[in-house]
């Protein structure tokens, strides 16, 4: 993945190396993930940055492992709650055990 904002890449980058075990766009996901929640605690809900992490979650590139990733974790936080259900809104579709993946 390339950014052009090099703080949003460096926060990307350190998170998505910090975990093992996942495949690589599931890592991407984890990634996105932690860069939203940084931006959105240091900036706010409506940051540039925040947004932005919020598009490629629903990009064309990465929806199927986002499908992937609500598949596999039926528990989550709060955080990962509010996230999951904006992510719904605006991809259209329903991401979870219960989803409708297209």
Known sequence: MEFKDPQFEEVY?????????LTDDQ?????LFATWGWFKFMEGAE????REAVNLLVSQELRPALRKWYRSDAS???FAAELRE???GLAGERFGSDDSAQ
């Open 47 to 50: 940051s540039p940055r925040v």
């Open 13 to 21: 980058r350190r998170n998505s190396r910090a975990v093992g075990g």
């Open 27 to 31: 890592r991407q996901v984890y990634g």
């Open 86 to 88: 904006q992510l719904c």
């Open 76 to 78: 989550m936080n709060p």
